[in-house]
């Protein structure tokens, strides 16, 4: 089997060959950049600039030679910021630095030089029609795809890799708290439900308009579209189930049914959302999500046997592998190994499964540990 022919296999929850490996074509199962570096160290790989996909989190680029190096089967593709709405650095007198993006959401830089939430351009006006005011992002500009296009003509010709699009923007509930603040956005559910459902219908159209613009575009060159919501927090969801189901489902399901709609072909999306998301993954697959990332193993109730035989016959588990919290920093290449192995006997039976760390890797995973997990997939990921 090709890559593509692998994960589409195992997508459709058949057994391929082996277990496919994704390393970077989702936003978050690449690495970041002071990681890559001490990796292409390693390995002696030659690496000239380094091309970030986002700035806040600092995570890199790959390219396509250095994904096959690492075995993926997968390949990521990843919608830019036009030249109008460019991220923005600002200093204050402290000595502060602060990213703004297009949306207008400020984030302060932490010492490892990514960046955290600091502040929304609507905590203080969205009740009062702040909305209206704020400078929205245009969805649809030919610079958004610029690098897409790029890297699509930079493949094979051979039509063997699995091309995953990721998203343009946060998620719904997501963005939403970001350009209100958390708690105001929940409370806003509660007690101004017709305010916090003006702003989410705003950024379902945003989404809409994109992904229909962007799929006339691209043809029927996707394989797999990423969508997220961090919904989950390491003990219990961010938000109650009832709420999930009341305000956000819906708009997750109107979301999902307008790209499977548009797509040319068959596309499958492939939803992220971190923590304890247990009592909301039903109504995951409901909305139309065929595959499940990153499976947080060290959150509450995420337990992959219990994951595996809930939902093993409907969502494909994108995820989960290893631990890059855990795991990954603190084993021997060996105890990777026999993790790894342990976590494959699980996941990989009758399909269904394409393995990927948890998170993007982190700069205190050694390079040795990054090796032995694309050794691992290898040698015990074969059917």
Request: hydrophobic share 35%.
């Amino acid at each position: 089997m090709n890559s593509r022919q692998r994960v589409l296999t195992a997508i459709n929850h058949r057994e391929p060959d082996r277990v496919p490996f994704d390393f970077g074509a989702a936003s978050t199962s690449g690495i970041i950049r002071d990681a890559y570096q001490q990796l292409a160290d390693h390995l002696n790989y030659g690496r000239e600039d380094i091309e970030l996909i986002d700035k806040k989190y600092q995570t890199v680029q790959l390219d396509y030679s250095f994904s096959q190096l690492a075995g993926s089967d997968a390949f990521g593709l990843y919608p830019s910021y036009t030249d109008d709405w460019q991220i923005s650095v600002e200093e204050n007198e402290q000595g502060g630095t602060f990213l703004i993006d297009e949306w207008g959401i400020r984030y302060k830089k932490m010492k490892d030089g990514s960046f955290i939430n600091y502040r929304g351009p609507l905590e203080d006006t969205w009740l009062d029609d702040g909305i209206e005011t704020l400078k929205w992002p245009e969805p649809v500009d030919p610079r958004r795809l610029t690098r897409v296009h790029e890297r699509l003509e930079g493949l094979p010709e051979d039509e063997g890799t699995t091309k995953v699009m990721n998203f343009f923007t946060q998620g719904l509930f997501e963005l939403s708290t970001w350009l209100v603040g958390y708690e105001e956005f929940l409370t806003g559910l509660i007690r101004q439900p017709e305010k916090a459902c003006s702003l989410l219908d705003r950024l379902v159209e945003i989404k809409k308009v994109f992904w229909g613009w962007a799929l006339d575009e691209l043809g029927g060159s996707i394989d797999v579209i990423k969508q997220n919501d961090d919904l989950g927090e390491k003990q219990k969801p961010l938000i109650s189930p009832d709420l999930y189901r009341k305000y956000l489902k819906p708009r997750h399901k109107e979301l999902h049914r307008f790209i499977k709609k548009h797509a040319e072909g068959d596309v499958y999306i492939l939803f992220h959302s971190d923590g304890s998301i247990l009592d909301l993954i039903e109504d995951f697959i409901e909305t139309g999500v065929d595959i499940l990332n990153p499976i947080q193993l060290s959150a509450n109730k995420m337990d992959p046997k219990v994951l595996k035989k809930r939902f093993g016959d409907s969502v494909v588990f994108w995820g989960g592998g290893i631990d890059v919290s855990t795991e990954l920093p603190a084993k021997t290449p060996s105890e990777i190994k026999d993790i790894i192995k342990r976590r494959l006997d699980i996941f990989a039976p009758d399909g269904g499964f394409v393995f990927a760390p948890t998170q993007s890797i982190q700069s205190d995973v050694p390079p040795e540990n990054v090796v032995a997990t694309w050794e691992a997939v290898k040698e015990y990921g074969k059917y």
